[in-house]
């Protein structure tokens, strides 16, 4: 056994009281993030039988009663005796999933508030940036905006034109 390994060992031995709380409440926090996911998601994070049966009871449970808390320790206890690094590695997949996909749709609201603005030459520049999209089809939305906005209607013409953004940049 070398230093490093003996020395690790020795500070697992002498972890506090405290720090051994903080990291069951840390598992557990895990756990109830598991339990908070969509079905969808939740079968894209690896976990066993035994682990997703003991989430799926939990989602049952009242969440104001005593039986979830309890739920909660006992999911927490399965993964402390269980290899986390995949399972927070496809957590943090989706959380950042969530993540791009909010920049993308701000960077779609913002191409399309410069388009409105600008015109032609907004026009001319999202052209070079993304040869895929129709000239005509993005000068006939900008008319029907302006058109839209001058009688005070409601901007359909805004709302398809970002439609027909994110649809074509999609395909990108």
């Keep these: ?5 003996e020395h690790d060992e020795l500070n697992e031995e002498l972890k506090s ?4 709380k903080r990291e069951m409440h840390a598992i557990q926090k895990i756990g109830e993030e598991l339990v908070n996911l969509g079905s ?3 079968a894209k994070i690896p976990l066993d039988e035994e682990l997703s049966k003991a989430i799926i009871l939990a989602r049952d449970i009242n969440k104001k009663k005593e039986g979830y808390r309890r ?7 399965l993964l402390r005796s269980r290899d986390l690094d995949p399972i927070n590695d496809a957590l943090n997949k989706l959380k950042n999933h969530h993540q791009l996909a909010n920049v993308r749709f701000h960077k779609l609201e913002i191409l399309r508030d410069k388009l409105l603005s600008e015109g032609d030459s907004a026009i001319q520049a999202t052209l070079e940036e993304h040869p895929g999209l129709e000239r005509q089809k993005l000068r006939q939305f ?5 058109k839209e906005q001058e009688q005070g209607k409601p901007p359909t013409a805004a709302r398809e ?8 940049l999609d395909k990108e």
């Design 142 to 146: 900008l008319r029907q905006a302006k």
């Design 17 to 20: 009281k405290s720090q051994l």
């Design 1 to 5: 056994m070398s230093f490093d390994e």
């Design 71 to 77: 739920q909660l320790q006992f999911i927490g206890k």
């Design 40 to 42: 969808a998601a939740l």
């Design 161 to 168: 034109l970002f439609k027909y953004l994110r649809s074509e």
